[in-house]
């Protein structure tokens, strides 16, 4: 089945019925012929690079990627106060706020403020650029200085990968496994090794994937939905290190 694109109705789409498609070129029925009207088949995008080129040069990105976010110890900063890791995001936009805060910090003068929607809960978290976690998952963690409003506040620490297909898959851990958050600063120390091997895909129909933590998208924060009012935490230092 092709597909008929007419400018003459304002660039819709519409299902084609299958002629002159899949090579065959002969023209359309008389019936069929109107002004702007034209048939696409076979829509393909022709690779530049032959496939040894592109490894290299994802190789050589992913190594670059390294550089830029690494402190002084080798560790991967996603948050502190000489660095910065990274993009943020927050869904649902239009109710979830990730800030950059200096009213509270554990180092410094900053640290990220997250609020999430109570009523459905909310997902935070930041772009990592396909950061290849797979040599650290034996004996690296997750790091960070975590401080709740009220005490007793917790959410899913957690990446995101990309398949070899390029479907994104998400999956974490509680904090409350590893920490109680309070009013007061609380260090975090979370075992890489202890993230699932499977996660879910990030869409419907949510089915089950295999994480792929050598192309590590993001990292992920996600807040379940709430009956108090308003829970609001504070994180600083968010590293990944190799120790």
Same mark, same amino acid.
């Given at each position: ?24 070129? $002969?023209? &359309?029925?008389?019936? #069929?012929?109107?002004? %702007?009207? /034209? ?5 393909? +995008?022709?690779?530049? =690079? ?14 670059? $990627?390294? &550089?830029?976010?690494? #402190?002084?110890?080798? %560790?991967? /900063? ?5 660095? +910065?890791?990274?993009? =943020? ?155």
């Amino acid at each position: 089945q092709g597909f008929l694109w007419d400018g003459a109705r304002g660039n819709q789409y519409a299902p084609w019925d299958g002629r002159n498609v899949k090579g065959r070129r $002969r023209a &359309a029925p008389k019936s #069929d012929r109107a002004e %702007n009207t /034209v048939f696409l088949d076979r829509i393909a +995008l022709i690779p530049v =690079f032959d496939p040894a080129e592109v490894s290299s040069l994802k190789a050589k990105a992913r190594d670059q $990627r390294y &550089a830029q976010i690494a #402190d002084a110890q080798g %560790n991967l /900063v996603i948050f502190s106060e000489e660095q +910065l890791g990274g993009s =943020f995001y927050a869904t649902p936009h239009e109710k979830s706020v990730i800030i950059v805060d200096e009213s509270q910090f554990k180092e410094g003068k900053k640290s990220l403020r997250i609020t999430p929607f109570v009523e459905v809960g909310s997902s935070f978290g930041g772009h990592l650029n396909y950061l290849d976690l797979s040599p650290l998952m034996k004996k690296g963690h997750v790091s960070f200085w975590v401080r709740g409003k009220n005490g007793g506040e917790t959410f899913r620490v957690g990446f995101a990968t990309r398949t070899p297909e390029g479907l994104r898959a998400v999956a974490g851990v509680d904090l409350a496994a590893y920490a109680e958050v309070t009013g007061k600063w609380t260090p975090v120390r979370i075992p890489l090794g202890d993230l699932p091997a499977n996660g879910v895909l990030a869409g419907p129909p949510y089915s089950s994937l295999p994480m792929n933590y050598a192309v590590t998208d993001e990292w992920a924060f996600s807040f379940s939905k709430s009956a108090e009012l308003e829970v609001v935490v504070w994180v600083d230092e968010l590293k990944i290190t190799r120790d």
